[in-house]
């Protein structure tokens, strides 16, 4: 590889774009298979309750009615699903745990007869006790929602699990230090108690999945973020060989964590095996909402310092409302557990965190999940400290960050990113230091994201006669640019352009195994298992030149689809048919990642440390409580920015919605049941909620894993603006402890602190 | 029983979409994104929210943006569709299209038919809008992937260009 690049560093144009410009792009819900039969989904009304008796009888008999799918049938299969705990049944058993559960499924000929079908089908339900919020869950004597022996999944990838205690669904510990003790000896304290709402992904595409049985086993098409861990899973459930398992990713709208792991795929299977056609299941948004959320949180947290400026210690409880089932709490709370101390110098540092079981839908990924919940809380108490110090709040980082290679947890992955330089550039672009007006704050926030999930990807290139290559790689493509960046990685290590290359959508039996898509990792795990891919078929070819011209690889070069010796060249074509002595064939290139060091375990990660950094500058309306936003900036601290374009995109991107996390999302429950389960009611970012004015800074260091010192992003810009747009606040003297910072919410605040005698904010 | 002796009755109705002539007979309660999608196979107006507010739907009926989620394919009768799959011109991108794909408008994908065609309204009302008008015009198309600046970045420097041609043609 030499220093310098041609592709990689450059912005092309994304290579779907003009399939997505011009409708030819397919999603899973533009697929139309041979004989495909419409799902609809019958979902409990209510959160929890033991199911009597279901008559199907009326609904089978309905025009166009070709299946309908109860618990009964799921004989011969394994009826739990779950990649960290197992504990979701493919269609309701006995028991219904969520308002929203699926309950039974009906195929038919279309959608108007299947959702017909769905209204004929009787439940008695027998209402039980529920826990549909934290304390209820939590209380002493509550009713459980899971007994007997926990059963592990397949991924749930943190170590030991083990049997918690009433609803616990799982416990992240992490300690250093005697904390009691650092505690009393600092001279300032802060304390306080908040909580985070429960918040839609709102992937414009709702999930989608096509399953269809055959002589040969089961192929499914579906809107999932990680086709390999869906294959597997299913293989289980069904009890099939991994090999009669399909799975075919085609482009996604959009993921952001609602559809990583397992979620529509083993229900719209059954009803495919029960009808013996292919079966289309496509949720709409009410069902979306309640097949998987964002967590709500509750915390509390301690921060101590010393009068002059340093950090002591932090202590910190977490309680994680992930739902009925565990989906990827465990993981969840393992990330907030992680986030929770903040990238500061620590003497002693205590976090617990719990996934809580609750008769609510269950909780799982969303774009820096576990990060998201945490900083702005972490910031805040470092903000309210930097003031007691008298000390300007960025002065107050700079002395207590963390350095580039200090421990960040015992353990674990140092420090890879340069985090006072990433702070000091988000001040200056929101302003800092610079007279203000009236009413109007500004705040930073610092935070790091353990992200890059397991280090597990691989990779072919096949590199065909006429000198073109096609790529093979698992990531699905759901808007980040994967499929771009993978290719000018190609383009980069084969010497050719980038026409030349194609990269396909994920399917199972061809393309080779990658561990997910998520958590930032495409471009950093899966770009290097490309990278290696590319080099090895380089190689193959530098190699046959050699020994065409009798000369050492060493003296030979690889540039515009051939290979040089001086002033000699022999095209790529010409090599391949040198080497199959005819016209064909092909040459075929491996690549693959995996752990470095130790076993790539979650102790001994992460990946890489993912900076969350935002800067606000916000102007508040003391007579509303709304919220404007001036300025807001994010770091993007990629190492290298394969695609700048790109980067920047993803980054504003994550910036809007973090937006809508601080602002005013929040998926509203009374007693376990949805209230505001549509776009009517459950409210995003629009163009008109886009701040004044947003920059994405890159950060290049070369200081990442992958290829070319490349590490991800697409995360850390959320809980970096949402944790700025907190301290912004703060700086005008509201100190807020729940979010989102609705209007009514902050205009309540706001009295509270009149009625305080704090002072006034009025122009 | 007859399953067809309880259903309404059937219409005949045509329409043009994206310059062709259309007749079909359909269902009152079809709705027109179902009647394009599974009727016709044009598969680039998206359903998402199902009530009219992210635009991801949206199709041009004589010109004017409608959400296909919620109107009915019989209000279409008689009268022009334009879906994304008729803008490009003999295979040559709109310069919308083109826009679209240099700003980095496009991410998943999902929103942008809906985005490109509200937009196209927009330019032929407005030949060259600036950021302000843009912004005001998109409210009603959602995109998760973007954060919006790079589509109306797009949209504004395709009406630029579509200005400049209109000048010097
Ligand atoms: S699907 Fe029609 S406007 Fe959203
Ligand atoms: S590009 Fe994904 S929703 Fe707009």
């Known amino acids: 590889m030499s220093a310098e690049t041609h592709v990689v560093g450059t912005s092309i144009r994304r290579v779907d774009g003009v399939e997505k410009v011009t409708g030819a792009a397919r999603f899973v819900g533009d697929l139309v298979v041979p004989e495909m039969l419409y799902g609809r989904v019958l979902r409990s009304p209510v959160p929890h309750a033991r199911i009597a008796r279901i008559d199907v009888t009326a609904a089978e008999r309905m025009p166009g009615v070709v299946a309908v799918l109860v618990g009964r049938d799921l004989e011969g299969t394994d009826p739990f699903y779950g990649h960290a705990i197992k504990d979701r049944p493919i269609v309701a058993l006995d028991r219904v745990r969520f308002a929203g559960e699926p309950v039974a499924a009906v195929a038919a000929t279309d959608e108007a007869a299947a959702a017909e079908a769905v209204w004929a089908i009787t439940v008695d339900y027998e209402e039980l006790p529920a826990v549909p919020t934290l304390e209820t869950a939590l209380a002493d004597g509550a009713v459980r929602l899971h007994e007997g022996p926990l059963r592990p999944g397949l991924f749930h990838g943190l170590g030991e699990l083990r049997r918690e205690e009433g609803n616990i669904c799982y416990h992240y510990r992490s300690s ?188 799982g990924s969303y774009r820096a999940f576990g990060a998201t919940h945490l900083i702005w809380i972490g910031e805040a108490q470092i903000d309210a400290l930097a003031r007691r110090a008298g000390l300007d709040p960025v002065e107050f980082r700079h002395r207590n960050l963390l350095r580039p290679g200090e421990e960040v947890r015992p353990g674990g992955k140092p420090l890879d990113a340069d985090l006072v330089g990433d702070v000091t550039k988000v001040a200056a672009a929101v302003g800092w230091g610079k007279p203000k007006p009236p009413l109007v704050g500004r705040g930073v926030s610092v935070g790091l994201l353990a992200a890059g999930a397991n280090p597990v990807s691989t990779a072919a290139i096949r590199l065909q006669a006429d000198g073109t290559a096609v790529l093979l790689v698992s990531t699905t493509e759901m808007g980040q640019g994967a499929r771009t960046v993978f290719t000018q990685i190609a383009a980069e290590e084969l010497a050719l352009r980038p026409e030349r290359i194609r990269v396909m959508g994920a399917d199972t039996q061809f393309t080779p195994y990658d561990r997910s898509t998520g958590a930032s990792r495409s471009t950093t795990l899966a770009g290097k298992a490309v990278l290696r891919a590319a080099a090895d078929v380089r190689g193959q070819l530098l190699d046959i030149a ?18 040089w010796h001086e002033t000699e060249s022999l095209s ?17 290139g491996r690549g693959e990642v995996r752990p470095e060091r130790g076993t790539g375990s979650y102790a001994e990660g992460p990946v890489f440390w993912e900076v969350c950094v935002g800067g606000a500058e916000v102007a508040l309306d003391p007579e509303t409580g709304r919220i404007h936003l001036r300025r807001l900036a994010s770091v993007a601290d990629v190492g ?105 919410r902050v205009w309540r605040r706001l009295r509270e602190l009149e009625a305080q005698g704090t002072v006034l904010l009025r122009d | 029983m007859d399953e067809r002796s309880e259903a309404p009755a059937r219409r005949r109705i045509a329409l043009v979409v994206n310059g062709n002539p259309v007749e079909a007979e359909i269902e009152p309660r079809e709705l027109l994104l179902d009647f394009l999608r599974h009727r016709l196979g044009l598969m680039g107006a998206k359903r998402s929210c199902d009530v009219q507010v992210c635009g991801s739907c949206t199709v041009l009926l004589d010109g004017e943006p409608v959400s296909a989620c919620c109107t009915l394919a019989y209000e279409a009768r008689d009268r022009q569709v ?48 600036v950021p302000e008008q843009v912004r005001s015009h998109l409210k009603g198309n959602l995109c998760r992937c973007t954060g919006y600046r790079r589509i109306i970045d797009a949209v504004v420097d395709a009406g630029r260009r579509l200005a400049a041609e209109g000048a010097s043609s």
């Not at chain 1, 050699?546 to 515009?560: E, F, H, K, N, Q």
């Not at chain 1, 790529?572 to 075929?588: C, D, K, Y």
Request: aromatic share 8%.
């Open chain 1, 176 to 363: 250093r230090g005697e904390v009691e003790r650092a505690i009393a000896g600092a001279d300032l304290v802060v304390e306080g108690e908040y909580t985070f709402p429960a918040v839609y992904q709102y992937a414009m595409e709702p999930h989608t999945v096509i399953a269809a049985w055959g002589v040969d086993g089961l192929t499914v098409w579906a809107s999932c973020q990680h086709p390999y861990l869906v294959r597997a899973e299913l293989a289980e459930l069904f009890g099939l060989p991994q090999v009669s398992v399909r799975v075919i990713v085609p482009y996604l709208g959009g993921g952001f964590g609602s559809k990583s792991y397992t979620k529509m795929e083993p229900l719209t299977a059954a009803l495919s095996r029960k009808a013996g056609r292919p079966v289309r299941i496509a949720n709409r948004v009410d069902e979306a909402m309640v097949t998987t959320r964002r967590h709500n949180m509750r915390c509390w947290m301690r921060t101590a310092a010393t009068s002059d400026g340093a950090v002591v210690a932090r202590q910190c409880k977490i309680w994680l409302d992930t739902g009925a089932y565990a989906d990827n709490g465990p993981r969840v709370a393992a990330t907030a557990g992680d986030a929770a101390p903040g990238p500061y110098r620590w003497q002693a540092a205590e976090v617990d965190a719990w996934a809580v079981y609750t008769n609510t839908p269950p909780a």
């Open chain 1, 546 to 563: 050699a020994g065409v011209w009798g000369l050492p690889r060493s003296a030979l070069a690889i540039r515009d689809g051939a290979v």
């Open chain 1, 572 to 588: 790529f074509p010409t090599l391949i048919a040198r080497h199959f002595g005819m016209p064909g064939g092909e040459m075929i």
């Open chain 1, 640 to 744: 290298k920015a394969i695609n700048p374009q790109l980067v920047e995109a993803q980054d504003e991107g994550a910036c809007l919605q973090g937006v809508g996390n601080a602002l005013f999302e929040e998926m509203l429950f009374e007693d376990g049941v949805l209230v505001n389960g549509s776009l009517l009611e459950y409210r995003v970012p629009t163009t008109a909620d886009m701040p004044d004015e947003y920059r994405s800074i890159i950060v290049e260091n070369a200081d990442g894993p992958g290829p070319y010192g490349a590490k991800g992003v697409g995360e850390g810009a959320l809980a970096g603006v949402v944790g700025a747009i907190v301290t912004a606040l703060a700086d005008l003297g509201v100190e807020m402890y729940d979010l989102p910072l609705s209007p009514e």
């Open chain 2, 82 to 129: 334009l879906t994304i799959e008729g803008l490009a011109d003999a295979g040559r991108l709109h310069v919308l299209q083109e826009a679209f794909i240099e700003h980095a408008a496009v991410q998943c994908g999902f929103c942008t038919s809906g985005m490109i065609l509200t937009s196209l309204e927009l330019l032929r009302e407005v030949p060259a809008p």
